[in-house]
């Protein structure tokens, strides 16, 4: 007959001054039945509200064999690490209960979802001067899953004119700013970004292109993407909703060395982007049926289009 101090979970306790049977040696009695088999529930949880809440639970117990969850809207899991998704904001009391063996423990909290304001995939309205333009969010995998790690962008070219800078529409025709948007100045292109939002980078357009496995070349200052670009034209699957607006562009006149001619080309042919580089410097993206070649090296005097974009 062997003495060991085993807490039961119905409360009963063998203590080491009484004697208990026990059908395990010393060294036979297992874990599940030993003290050091004593659980200590904790979680821990992140969340995402748009019209419903996503929330992603972690588990942090310690010592832990099963689990289970009760969402506190009626559901429950006996998942590890569940996810749950709330069909409304508001406010839920989530506990765990956590077990070893015989011994378990458990914990509640409440959870507050707050309801969402704006959130991406919904239009923005620029305050500026009252355009409307819808956004969509690109995650690495070239989905559009708000929970997995992406940028939100717009789907559409920018209209906004910032005031004193150069900014027009193609051809100078109104109907162009409206289905191609305008076509900014390198100084321009900064003044139109909307107060939150950015100018994408070379990181933003190469993360856009790999997530849909797109044929990629590197060069000295740039890289060339090929393949499936049709997937980013408007009713493409990617949801990029491209039109391809053309540029305002600087050549030499022919009949004067010293003196440059500006002409409008390219529409519905290729586009041009302005985009972010280092230290305020300016790169750019030309994009056409065949290629996007994003480079750091850009025409300053040009006039190119310009999307947004948040984290």
Aim: charged share 20%; net charge negative; proline share 5%.
């Amino acid at each position: 007959m062997n003495t060991h101090l085993i807490t039961w979970m119905a409360g009963a306790m063998c203590l080491l001054a009484v004697a208990c049977s026990s059908p395990f040696t010393d060294a036979e009695i297992p874990d599940t039945l030993s003290p050091t088999c004593t659980p200590i529930a904790d979680f821990e949880s992140t969340s995402q509200c748009t019209e419903t809440c996503i929330v992603n639970f972690t588990n942090r117990s310690e010592k832990a064999e099963s689990f289970n969850w009760d969402f506190g809207d009626g559901n429950t899991s006996n998942e590890e690490n569940p996810s749950h998704t709330y069909d409304k904001p508001g406010e839920y009391e989530v506990s765990l209960l956590v077990t070893c063996g015989i011994s378990e423990d458990s914990i509640s909290s409440v959870l507050e979802l707050e309801p969402a304001g704006w959130f991406c995939g919904q239009p923005f309205i620029d305050e500026r001067d009252g355009n409307t333009y819808a956004t969509i969010w690109m995650d690495v995998d070239g989905g559009h899953d708000l929970n997995k790690e992406g940028k939100c962008w717009f789907a559409e070219n920018l209209k906004y004119k910032p005031p004193g800078t150069f900014s027009n529409c193609y051809n100078l025709e109104f109907n162009n700013c409206l289905k191609y948007g305008s076509l900014y100045s390198a100084f321009g292109s900064q003044e139109a970004i909307p107060n939150g939002w950015r100018l994408p980078d070379m990181e933003d357009w190469q993360q856009l292109f790999d997530a849909f496995n797109t044929t990629k070349f590197l060069f000295p200052g740039g890289v060339q993407y090929n393949g499936t670009l049709g997937i980013f034209m408007e009713g493409g699957e990617s949801g990029f909703a491209l039109r391809h607006g053309g540029a305002h562009v600087e050549f030499p006149d022919p009949a004067d060395i010293n003196n440059t001619l500006f002409q409008y080309e390219g529409l519905d042919v290729y586009s041009m982007f302005w985009v972010k580089g280092v230290q305020d410097q300016l790169g750019q993206l030309r994009w056409n049926a065949a290629e996007a070649v994003l480079t750091t090296a850009s025409a300053p005097n040009a006039s190119y289009s310009v999307r947004a974009i948040k984290d």
